[in-house]
């Protein structure tokens, strides 16, 4: 690595020479505060909190966008750089609803985290207009509340460079700017796909899922109703993170423990769902390539992504895989196979999901996720009402004994276990239907080329003589780019794996927020990934069609993947929406 | 044989008075009296005097009417035009001297200045380019293509000491240097256009009054750094700058001074006009580029700077109107006639926009170094009605106010910094003893606090407290602390904010507060606003010594807060008096005043 060598407050270090003095500084351990600031997609020096002073220049640089170079002179901390930084949160202060107490991001928020590290302890400017703007909840999902939002445009960011979705962005001007739909549209009336990035960019409470923790303690405390839970997948590697554990951790013993104690009557693992996903989506592939279907097949696990389907590529519709979600298919089995089987009116089951995404909060909603005329998943809560309904619980989550998720849906494979990374739906298809088409044990189980941080990756397997082609994309913006080129004829694959939020789920609206301090140099995704990984790899159960519990519900209910009994339990349809209304 | 020109001025100014039904009404006069084969009427840029318009002058006896209307077109004819009998009732007065008449150069407002970005602005018509040919123009392009390379332009205009006309006064040929040396497979030459100070009106004229100056100069630019592409960035606002370099775009490439292989060259340019909204921040140069590439006009951190990476991420060229106006006049004369002019480290003119409590309203062209003095008294012809000067806003809602005292520093880039003012585009607002000098800061920063982007927060929010704290004086609610704040957040928000916007949006209120302290504590001290213009700050009395109860003051009150019987003194109720100060317009006999 090349390097320069500059003087950071008064003491000389080699840094990189592509570096920013925020990157360089952080190299040789030294923080400066950012607000606005978000790696690779919003390096746009508004917020002014990143001030340095360097030597010879005319005013002082945000540290986020200025390059260092040779023989740099950069002070960080002196009392003029303190007395600005102050300053500058003072008048954002000044501008913000200052709810701190009652606000669901007390505790984990960027904006108070600052106050106190600059010591800004009053604000001596007018504050009565910090309650200007209505609260924007016309999604249901998605709630956004201006009064607390600093204009730092990161949502903006994640929107417009992550997603290429690009349905909010600053209106008016001055001070009057504020963050909302173009031409002041309700949000529920453009093409957002609840993915909800922008919740988990937003340094402050100005952004979060609507909470339906309520909705959950009311049908716990509700004698008539069997409430069954299912975790999705990243859950295990999310969970820790709230409770002080290092990112990554992997706690999937401590949810069923904490599940039960919260008075679940059911606790299970969606990952058992994500093996019977493999198997409904892997039979829909060998058909199509058998049989000369629609290609390439394009997975559905991910609602974000059936939304942004629906909004902007309907005539792809026909590519998509007919399956339900994981989640869907949990809670459809759940009203079905489960309710008779243990003998419980489906309408008396209250299933609950657990799950790292804010969009699986619409999917619930959607008709055609349906079985039998009941919502096959009463209420799914992110990652965050989890942790709350657990701390409102008094539960003290890190003492919990280990426990195992109930045998009747708790079982799961490895492959089920990867669903929650980008490529994990991929690589768990490949390991079954390379057997199925080989007729041949798959050795090995792992397909690396899919894994990993990249956007958008692509790689050809030899299964039984069939070069299959496959892509896997997340990130709605790399999955755009990859259905054009598809669209083009540019690529030709036979198989695509597309999660709408970047890195997959571990990366999903849903998430435990970290603050951009942390994102900004650790990659975060990348690391709860591994935790994943390493779990599979550790199993011996890896591949979804071993899964004995998959096998007793097919060879009880389903009798054979694909059957026409699974396809009115398991599969759904998706239809063309209009962008605007 | 033409014997006689009349040259009317057709700017926005003169236009709003109505110069073109006072053409229209020429040519039907003229040709009623068979003199249109002798007399030609020719439409111009503006004059400079615009408080006069509409303006005409009728040459070879160079007989400037002012204030011409349609009703006096009819005897201009036929005294002037048939007879050769001067209207004198209708020249501009300074002009007549008993019995003789006056050349329009040896008045006041015209003696000192020397027109350089002018010179063809209320001379040539501007919606014809052979009159811009005939001129001399397009020879400066046509030395720069067949005589010179491009670093020997770059050379010219460096050692011209040329200076950015747009506000900061950044050496023009460095400008160009930075974009010559940087490598791009493509750059770009832009003007800004988007002349956004109040009262500023310059770069309108040129491009009104001289549009294919601009063309050239940018053309010239486009040789020097490599650029085969311009974009004329220029506010919706201007619909006669639009049409006329519309025009000129038009008429240069049907002649081959634009477009492909100029002038039989292998050099090849072409130049696009971008609309702005109007938003005062797309002067700024980074937002302007970002409003051209079809983004909300925000601005955009430096480094890169746009000579590096600008419009469109490509090696960018910025200048403004003004200063591009004095590109082609350097080539053909020569850095050292332009050195001539001004100071050492402002060479060359700067025209100014005269606006605010004096005489001579308009647009003039002054040399560099010129003192605040000669341009408000001789030139401006002072303050109207015998007020006393007070001060003087230069920069527009960017710069700083320049007490009386101050009178006699010399306008240009240094001398203006070191006051605590700036050159800005060239707006120069005078106030009189009437002008309360917190209620101009206040009115300044309304102005920025409308005009922030929002981007950046020192100067979205910082701006608005700032504001607020003003208001709060002129309400007669500020306290002594006050001021303290106001000075730390003025300074704030100059040393934090993220482009010039906010960097000069305090100098008004630092200004003020440097040298009109005074007047901010007598607002909070003694709840007294010196000038008598903050309202909540002012009471109207009647004297009944003075008053003998005409009830006229009483008939006129919209409010109802004055009562009295006939011929008898009347009261004002203050509790009911909204201070509109009509009363006292309306009384006869000096009873009503404000204290």
């Known amino acids: ?581 | 044989m033409i014997r006689s020109h009349i040259l009317v001025c057709g700017g926005t100014g003169c236009t709003s008075s109505g110069s073109h039904e006072v053409i229209a009404e020429l040519n039907k006069e003229i040709e009623a009296v068979g003199l249109d084969k002798e007399v030609k009427v020719v439409m111009t840029g503006c004059f400079g005097l615009c408080a006069l318009g509409p303006i005409m002058i009728v040459y070879p006896e160079g007989a400037f009417y002012s204030k011409v209307k349609p009703e006096d077109v009819k005897e201009i004819v036929e005294e002037h035009l048939l007879k050769g009998r001067i209207v004198k009732r209708l020249l501009y007065q300074e002009t007549v001297e008993g019995d003789d008449v006056k050349s329009l150069a040896e008045t006041n407002f015209y003696a000192k200045q020397i027109r350089v970005a002018l010179r063809n602005c209320g001379v040539i018509n501007p919606e014809n380019i052979d009159e811009y040919i005939g001129t001399d123009g397009y020879m400066a392009l046509e030395k720069v293509l067949t005589t010179m390379q491009p670093q020997e332009v770059i050379d010219v205009i460096k050692a011209s000491g040329l200076r950015g006309r747009g506000g900061a006064g950044f050496p023009t040929g460095m400008k160009w240097q930075f974009a010559a040396n940087a490598v791009g497979d493509q750059k770009y030459v832009c003007c800004n256009a988007d002349e956004g100070d109040p009262g500023a009106f310059m770069d309108r004229s040129v491009l009104e009054g001289d549009p294919h100056a601009v063309i050239e100069a940018m053309t010239i630019a486009a040789y020097a750094i490599g650029a085969s592409k311009g974009f004329v960035y220029v506010r919706a606002e201007y619909p006669i700058a639009v049409s006329r370099l519309k025009i000129a775009i038009e008429q240069a490439k049907e002649y081959g001074l634009l477009g492909e292989h100029i002038m039989g060259t292998d050099f090849s340019f072409d130049l696009e006009i971008r609309l702005g909204a109007g938003a005062f921040v797309c002067g700024e140069e980074t937002a302007l580029m970002t409003s051209i590439e079809g983004h909300r006009g925000e601005p955009r951190p430096r480094p890169p700077f746009p000579a590096n990476k600008g419009l469109f991420a490509k090696p960018t060229i910025l200048n403004n109107v003004e200063t591009y106006a004095n590109v082609a006049q350097i080539i053909l004369k020569g850095p050292e006639w332009f050195r001539s002019m001004g100071t050492e480290k402002s060479p060359g003119t700067k025209v100014f926009a005269l606006g605010g409590k004096i005489t001579n309203t308009g647009l003039v062209e002054i040399p560099m170094g010129t003192t605040l003095r000669e341009i408000v008294e001789e030139i401006g012809g002072g303050c109207p009605n015998g007020k006393k000067f007070k001060a003087a806003q230069t920069g527009g809602p960017s710069g700083g106010c320049i007490p009386a005292s101050l009178i006699d520093t010399p306008i240009d880039y240094e001398s203006l910094i070191q006051i605590g003012s700036m050159m800005g585009s060239g707006g120069l607002i005078v106030m009189d003893e009437d002008n309360c000098m917190v209620d101009i800061a206040k009115f300044f920063l309304e102005f920025t606090v409308d005009e922030s982007c929002g981007k950046c927060a020192p100067c979205r929010i910082g701006t608005r407290r700032i504001y607020e704290i003003l208001d709060k004086i002129t309400r007669g609610e500020g306290e002594m602390e006050d001021l303290d704040t106001l000075e730390e957040l003025c300074n704030h928000v100059k040393a934090n904010s993220l482009c010039g916007l906010g960097q000069t949006a305090p100098n008004p209120v630092l200004s003020t507060l440097r040298y009109f302290r005074d007047e901010y504590v007598a607002h909070i001290v003694d709840k007294r606003c010196p000038a008598g213009v903050c309202k909540k700050l002012l009471s109207y009395e009647i004297d009944p010594e003075k008053c003998i109860g005409c009830t006229l003051c009483a008939k006129n009150c919209p409010v109802g807060a004055i009562t009295g019987e006939l011929k008898k003194p009347h009261s004002i109720d203050k509790s009911v008096c909204i201070k509109c100060g009509v009363c006292e317009t309306k009384c006869k006999f000096g009873a009503i005043s404000k204290k």
């Open chain 1, 1 to 581: 690595m090349e390097t320069v060598r500059i003087k950071i407050n008064g003491r000389e270090y080699d840094v990189p020479k592509d570096a920013t003095i925020l990157e360089a500084c952080r190299s040789v351990g030294i923080n400066i505060p950012t607000l606005c600031y978000m790696k690779e997609i919003n390096a746009i020096g508004s917020c002014r909190i990143c001030v340095v002073e360097v030597k010879g220049a005319k005013s002082f640089v945000t540290a986020c966008v200025y390059p260092v170079n040779e023989g740099m002179e950069v002070v960080t901390n002196s009392p003029a750089i303190q007395k600005a930084r102050k300053m500058t949160l003072e008048l954002i202060l000044s501008n913000h609803k200052r709810e701190c107490l009652t606000c669901v991001r007390s505790g984990n928020c960027e904006l108070q985290k600052l106050a106190v590290d600059l010591g800004v302890d009053k604000v001596r400017f007018d504050s009565s207009t910090g309650d200007r703007y209505p609260i924007e909840d016309s999604t249901g999902i998605i709630i956004r509340d201006n009064n607390k939002c600093i204009l730092c445009r990161r949502c903006v960011a994640v929107c417009r460079s992550h997603q290429d979705v690009a349905v909010i962005g600053p209106n008016e001007r001055g001070f009057d700017t504020h963050i909302a739909c173009a031409f002041e549209k309700d949000l529920a009336d453009v093409p957002c796909v609840s993915c909800g990035q922008c919740i988990v960019a937003c340094p402050t409470g100005a952004l979060h899922e609507k909470d339906e923790t309520d909705l959950v303690w009311e049908a716990l405390n509700d004698p008539t109703k069997h409430v069954v839970v299912g975790v999705a997948p990243s859950i295990r590697v999310h969970m820790g993170e709230f409770f002080g554990l290092p990112i990554g951790t992997n706690v999937e013993k401590k949810l069923p423990a904490a599940l039960r104690r919260l008075g679940f009557d059911g606790v299970f693992d969606v990952d058992t769902a994500a093996d019977l996903t493999i198997m409904e989506e892997g039979t829909e592939l060998l058909e199509r390539l058998k049989n000369g279907g629609k290609l390439p097949l394009i997975t559905s696990c991910s609602p974000g992504w059936i939304k942004f389907a629906e909004y902007y590529y309907p005539e792809l519709i026909p590519n998509i895989s007919s399956c339900k979600s994981p989640q869907a298919m949990f809670g459809s089995v759940m009203k079905t196979y489960y309710a008779e089987k243990y003998g419980y009116d489906p309408a008396d089951i209250f299933v609950v999901g657990i799950m790292p995404c804010t969009a699986k909060k619409f999917e619930v909603r959607r008709d055609d996720q349906k079985v039998n005329g009941l919502p096959a998943v009463d209420v799914s809560l992110t990652s965050r009402e989890f942790a709350r309904l657990i701390e409102r619980a008094g539960l003290c989550f890190n003492d919990l004994p280990d426990e195992e998720f109930d045998p009747a849906f708790g079982v799961a494979s490895g492959a089920g276990h990867i669903f929650g990374a980008t490529g994990g739906v991929m690589e768990a298809a490949l390991r079954t239907v390379a057997e199925i088409v080989t007729g041949k044990p798959c050795e090995p189980v792992e397909f690396h080329e899919v894994r990993g941080r990249e956007g958008i990756k692509e790689a050809t397997y030899d299964l039984g003589g069939t070069q299959v082609n496959v892509a896997v994309a997340s990130g709605l913006a790399n999955a755009r780019k990859l259905l054009d080129q598809v669209k083009s004829g540019e690529k030709q694959y036979h198989f695509i794996e597309i999660m709408a939020c970047p890195g997959g789920c571990v990366g999903g609206g849903g998430q435990p927020i970290q603050p951009a301090s942390v994102t900004n140099f650790t990659d975060v995704r990348a690391i709860r990934a591994a935790g994943l990984y390493k779990e599979d790899s550790e199993m011996q159960l890896r591949k979804s069609h071993e899964n004995p519990v998959i096998k007793e519900l097919y060879d009880q209910y389903f009798e054979k993947p694909g059957s026409h009994r699974a396809h009115d339990i398991l599969h759904t349809t998706y239809q063309a929406r209009e962008k605007y209304r």
